[in-house]
């Protein structure tokens, strides 16, 4: 973009007081406010609904590739370009004075002809190929985690797992397919804690409900797998769809096909749940099982050297926390040290199995795993935003459970070097684990809520494209994948659908609309903020 909508762009480095690591002082609780939601409504150009006047002759304005100007009932400015739609609002806290749209989740296309303001702060908008109505909905976030229940309600439940959706069509969510997922159970873990939290602050009905049926999921990978102890990434059933890839076996009986080669992901993602699942839920005989279980796959852990043994007697690929392989793969000995550390933990703290708190104290103290922890700087070789998430879910399950003033002073400082990358992030879920272990850190709980306000509503893949913008401070290097990144962070609904697992700086992405995310990943925090109290109201 150039001109004036370039000079617009340029004006507001958005994420600037991130980048030069702002402080705003101990993190205090954040009191929730409605906040307009962007809704994105597409409607043929010979729809009644479509007001006249938006297809009047435009007035040509003397810019370069600016080609419409508004102003809105509520006094913003809003610039169609070539290349998308810029909202200006001056008065606005500076995070949202500059919002830019661009791409389907948005606009037919990004080639903008005609603007036309409605009455409630929002316009309509001719592009080349289209006519879309984009209105600002104020919305709780508590009408926003409603709206993403019934997302995963209506195309992302398979078997109570929190599945992935293909959209054969894109953009058209009327023909979806629920797909399998290498991490099948993580991704379910996320919203079986999210479920837990809810319950324990609503205490409805239908939270517990929710959250039974995706603990009883997860609980079903380690019954469908070849052997008890050792979790499935994913199964289907006979009859679905065949997957393409990966490594399958079938059960006895035929009627199940399950995956194996199980990661420390899903691991991670069992322990993370069960852990809160045990403490929050209040069905006895689930506690029974979930302990049981827990048991049956520790046991497995430690009675095959620390790994997770496959059907073929060999070691899954990522599934291997001994102090052996950690000599031998150093850039992996402080995040699977962490891991291992929170699997004892939880273990003990579950079942009550002295075994777990005995292994606990060796792999702490003699096998110095709680020094590893702590060096995690000097054993990456890359940034790994994955890694991120296998560090910080475990943390929680330490910081919960416990209580030994060295072993805390340790998983703090840990904690504390992945911090340094983190904080720039403003990521709601980090932010909250990390004040559980730090909770007088300096943490802007305000920039972290504003990443759940500005997720959006819209959670299907559309094509993402950044690039051209003129207001990306560029890093000087390329990330892990070979993309470039930036360094300011952009607002979540002007970049491309992610998870907490993704890199937050990479700009452009999607897949053109052919599939479409749960929403889980705002579900968690959310409810887990309410749950530790740093968010109040809705």
Request: glycine residues 8%.
């Amino acid at each position: 973009m150039k001109n004036l909508c370039s000079r617009a762009l340029r004006a507001i480095p958005l994420g600037l007081g991130l980048l030069l690591g702002a402080s705003p002082g101990f993190a205090e609780p954040v009191r929730l406010t409605p906040y307009p939601q962007k809704v994105s409504t597409r409607y043929p150009t010979n729809s009644p609904l479509i007001p006249p006047g938006l297809f009047a002759p435009a007035t040509p304005l003397p810019v370069g590739q600016a080609t419409a100007t508004v102003r809105a009932s509520d006094g913003a400015v809003w610039l169609g370009t070539t290349q998308g739609l810029l909202r200006l609002d001056f008065s606005a806290p500076a995070r949202d004075a500059r919002q830019f749209m661009a791409g389907q989740r948005y606009l037919p296309d990004d080639q903008v002809v005609q603007l036309l303001p409605d009455n409630q702060a929002g316009v309509w908008v001719r592009t080349r190929t289209g006519v879309t109505h984009i209105e600002l909905k104020p919305m709780t976030l508590a009408k926003k985690a409603e709206h993403f229940e019934a997302r995963i309600r209506a195309r992302h439940d398979r078997y109570g797992l929190v599945a992935d959706c293909g959209l054969p069509v894109a953009g058209d969510i009327k023909r979806f397919q629920p797909l399998d997922n290498d991490n099948d159970g993580l991704w379910t873990s996320i919203y079986a804690a999210a479920e837990c939290f809810r319950y324990s602050v609503t205490e409805e009905p239908e939270a517990l409900a929710r959250a039974r049926k995706a603990v009883e999921a997860m609980l079903f990978l380690e019954e469908v797998a070849g052997r008890r102890g050792f979790p499935a990434r994913s199964y289907i059933r006979k009859g679905d769809v065949m997957p393409g890839d990966g490594e399958w076996h079938w059960t006895a009986d035929g009627q199940y096909y399950w995956k194996g080669d199980t990661s420390s992901d899903e691991i991670v993602g069992h322990f993370f749940m069960f852990g809160i699942a045990y403490d929050l839920l209040p069905d006895p005989e689930l506690k029974r099982r979930i302990a049981e279980t827990t048991k049956r796959v520790m046991d497995h852990i430690l009675d095959h050297d620390y790994c997770l043994v496959d059907l073929n007697g060999k070691p899954t690929t990522w599934g291997w926390w001994s102090p052996a392989r950690l000599l031998q793969q150093p850039d992996e000995r402080a995040l699977n040290s962490l891991q291992l550390l929170s699997f004892l933990k939880t273990a003990a703290h579950i079942t009550g199995d002295p075994r777990y708190t005995a292994e606990y104290r060796k792999v702490a103290g003699d096998w110095k795993y709680a020094e590893w922890i702590t060096r995690v700087k000097e054993f990456r070789l890359e940034l790994n935003y994955s890694d991120e998430e296998l560090a910080l879910l475990p943390f929680y399950g330490l910081f919960v459970y416990e209580q030994d003033p060295a072993l805390l002073k340790a998983y703090r400082q840990a904690a504390d070097a992945w911090w340094d990358n983190i904080r720039r992030e403003a990521n709601p879920l980090w932010s909250l684990i990390y004040l559980k272990g730090q909770p007088d850190a300096a943490v802007d709980m305000d920039a972290a809520v504003w990443t759940l306000y500005r997720t959006p509503l819209d959670t299907i893949n559309w094509t993402v494209r950044n690039s051209p913008r003129q207001d990306i401070i560029w890093a000087p290097g390329l990330d892990r994948a070979g993309k470039r990144e930036s360094l300011n962070l952009l607002p979540p609904d002007e970049r491309p659908i992610m998870r907490w697992n993704a890199n937050p700086f990479e700009i452009d992405g999607g897949d053109g609309g052919n599939s479409e995310d749960d929403g889980a990943a705002f579900l968690l925090p959310y409810w887990l903020g309410r749950y530790q109290k740093l968010l109040f109201g809705e």
